[in-house]
Every structure is written in structure tokens, then in C-alpha cells.
């Protein structure tokens, strides 16, 4: 995958909504699921894009949260919007996270270029930042195509 297009197709998403991110339920693949929206006057209508990160190989997740965060935020009334909106802590229940502060490519690894010459197929590092999370991604190929309302990862085919 030409970096180019990679680095293009990780910045439609900036400051756009993470709503689920996981191994696919054959567990090669990563997916992040996007909600984009637009402003109202421009008639673009919002839509839900999974961004599937084929042949990926490590997936790390770290939380983006300080401590202090963390431990006003154990509270299990949050991870629900109507019983955590009021409370101190990060709200869980709120579903999503903002992709900010975004997506990029980042410099060939070791273990990149070890999968690379292993495989015989290019592969590529992303770091993908939310209000929440970071995610590295080690992946050899991206599609990005849109879900309907309400798709679920985990309905077994």
C-alpha cells in the first residue's frame, strides 16, 4: 500500500467519532469504526466507516487518561451516559471517543521491515490517538469501506 494514500486515508478521519476498535471476530484483521458527520448546512449525510487494517500482526492499546483520571473514573455508574452524566470522572458511557488528536503514519520499525521481508508484502505503523486511547497498529493493507447503522463486529457469519 503506497504510503501516500495510507497517510491521505488516516487524515478524512481527524477529529471525526471512534465508536468500536477490536480484532474482527476471525481475528487477523483490526477494525476501527468511524462516525462521520458533517455540519447540517452542507446536506452531507453522516455514515459510519470501518477503517479495516488487514494482516495485522501487533495491535497495542494504551490508555491516553492520566492516573488521576483513571481514579475518579472507576465508578461504574460511568459507563453508562444516563447515570454518569452528572458525576466527576470520564464519562465511559458516552460511547465513543473523539479522533483527536488523530491518525498517522509513522516511521518504518524493525519489526515492520522484519515482517516485510518475511512476507514478502510491505507493512506499515500506525498511531491512532483518541480523547482516550492510543493504538499501534502493525498491518500490511487498508480498506475502508462504509457500515450501516448499527453494524456489529462480533455477529458470527
Known amino acids: 500500500m503506497d504510503a501516500a494514500v495510507l497517510e491521505?486515508?488516516?487524515d478524512e478521519i481527524f477529529d471525526h467519532?471512534?465508536?468500536h476498535h477490536g480484532y474482527t471476530n476471525y481475528m487477523r484483521d483490526y477494525e476501527v469504526v468511524v462516525y462521520m458527520t458533517a455540519a447540517p448546512s452542507t446536506g452531507i449525510k453522516p455514515s459510519y466507516l470501518r477503517y479495516l487494517?488487514?494482516?495485522?500482526?501487533q495491535a497495542q492499546c494504551e490508555t491516553a487518561l492520566?492516573?488521576?483520571t483513571w481514579e475518579s473514573s472507576l465508578d461504574d455508574r460511568l459507563i453508562d451516559h444516563a447515570t454518569g452524566a452528572d458525576l466527576d470522572g470520564f464519562v465511559w458511557g458516552v460511547k465513543w471517543h473523539p479522533m483527536y488528536p488523530g491518525a498517522k503514519l509513522l516511521?518504518?520499525?524493525d519489526a515492520a521491515r522484519r515482517w516485510s521481508a518475511a512476507l514478502g508484502i510491505d507493512f506499515h505503523d500506525v498511531l491512532i490517538e483518541t480523547n482516550a486511547h492510543r493504538l499501534t497498529l502493525l498491518f500490511s493493507d487498508l480498506q475502508?469501506?462504509?457500515v450501516p447503522v448499527g453494524y456489529t463486529p462480533f455477529v458470527a457469519d
Open 8 to 10: 491521505q486515508m488516516l
Open 17 to 19: 467519532a471512534v465508536v
Open 53 to 57: 487494517f488487514r494482516y495485522c500482526v
Open 66 to 68: 492520566p492516573a488521576t
Open 107 to 109: 516511521p518504518p520499525s
Open 144 to 146: 475502508v469501506t462504509e
